[in-house]
């Protein structure tokens, strides 16, 4: 009786600690965003841009064309961590290849051993303690490199926390273009992005390598650091923990693949945009009974979920806070809270919850 009784608050101990960890990994993620815009006098990118076509870069496959740095990999010199970011960058000559497919992680091509997989994927900070995973996946455990339209399993390393990214009239953050497409192009351009992080500027043409941040602090988050989310908790289905992309099924958005490359319809790992709801209604699948292109927040602490503010603060928000879409019709309403602290420029205060 004894054992029952202290049990509980064992777990609860337990996961006061995990939570802890979990709030200080954010933390330290913030701390490289504001090193990064002192070091480089801009925001770190959400992802190096989007090659317009194959004919950018002949011989490529789609996928490798579109999976570019994401915004997890460029802020790792500003997390301790200088040798895997140039590792990466040897890997895929200075970020000109994605960082899926064949340049970086099927083994036996460039150089690539599982002991460099494993080096690839050491970065703690970016996994929460409370999100039961047996083992890291290296690659999508679905075993597939991806078709011709960039379906299929996206390599490397995975992680538990999504940036803040958006546009105030849809869900879809599909504008992670080069700087010359337009807002004509793919129906939305950068223009349109008012979400925490946008692509990267390429100083030369249709060259990755000529990288540059295209927005800076005080610039463009003219809502005030401290009036923002950039960063929170995103929800992986149980069943999907360890998983790229379920290409046989309808859920195929939901896949746990890597944090590290990031494209237009390959976002999903490393980004959520604002007008996403929080994870609170599970049915008897364990999935979310609602949703929107199941892009959501969610996290495995009870209750709550954590965000990364721009000032570097971290807070813990009820999975009650309204947010994104309305439920069943799931049609955008930019108007809740997590709406208003999710769109960098829209001028409305908003008090944290």
């Known amino acids: 009786m ?18 802890m960890s979990c709030s200080n990994h954010l933390k330290q993620i913030g701390i490289a965003v504001h090193n990064f815009q002192d070091a480089r006098r801009g925001l770190p990118p959400a992802t190096l841009g989007q090659r317009q076509n194959l004919a950018d870069d002949p011989g ?9 740095a994401s915004f997890f990999v460029l802020i790792l010199p500003y997390m301790e961590q200088q040798a895997l970011y140039d590792l990466i960058s040897e890997k895929t000559d200075r970020f000109f290849y994605g960082l899926n497919g064949t340049y970086l992680w099927n083994v036996g ?28 996946a290296l690659v999508g455990q679905d075993g597939v490199l991806g078709d011709a339209i960039g379906n299929g399993g996206l390599f490397g390393p995975q992680g538990d926390y999504a940036i803040v990214v958006g546009r105030h009239n849809g869900a879809w953050a599909d504008s992670f273009q080069v700087q010359a497409i337009t807002d004509a192009d793919w129906n939305v351009g950068v223009s349109s992005q ?3 992080f946008r692509a990267a500027a390429w100083a030369t043409g249709n060259d990755p390598r000529s990288w540059q941040p295209r927005d800076s602090m005080t610039a463009y988050w003219s809502d005030g650091t401290s009036n923002q989310i950039i960063l929170g908790e995103k929800l992986v289905y149980t069943p999907y923990l360890g998983l790229c992309n ?7 958005q ?11 319809w390959n976002n999903i790992s490393m980004m959520r945009t604002f007008n996403s709801l929080i ?3 599970i049915n008897a699948e364990g999935l979310e009974t609602y949703h929107e292109n199941h892009e959501q927040w969610g ?16 807070r813990a928000f009820s999975v009650t806070t309204p947010a994104g879409c309305l439920a069943g019709a799931c049609t955008i309403n930019p108007d809740t809270i997590i709406g208003k602290l999710g769109n960098v420029k829209d001028g409305n205060p908003v008090t944290m919850p």
């Not at 054992?3 to 600690?17: H, N």
């Not at 999100?131 to 890291?136: E, F, I």
């Not at 939901?254 to 237009?264: E, K, P, Q």
């Open 60 to 68: 490529a496959t789609w996928i490798e064309a579109s999976g570019r």
């Open 194 to 196: 008012v979400g925490a």
């Open 246 to 252: 379920d290409t046989s099924g309808p859920r195929q």
């Open 2 to 19: 004894l054992i029952a009784l202290l049990l509980p608050a064992v777990q609860a101990a337990r996961e006061a600690a995990r939570r």
């Open 299 to 314: 996290s495995s602490h009870p209750g709550v979920l954590h965000f990364l503010i721009g000032d570097g603060a971290v």
């Open 254 to 264: 939901v896949g746990d693949c890597s944090i590290f490359a990031a494209g237009v």
């Open 279 to 281: 994870a609170r209604n």
């Open 109 to 136: 091509l460039n150089g690539m051993t599982e002991q460099v997989q494993n080096q690839l994927c050491s970065v703690s900070g970016f996994l929460c303690p409370s999100r039961s995973r047996s083992g890291r």
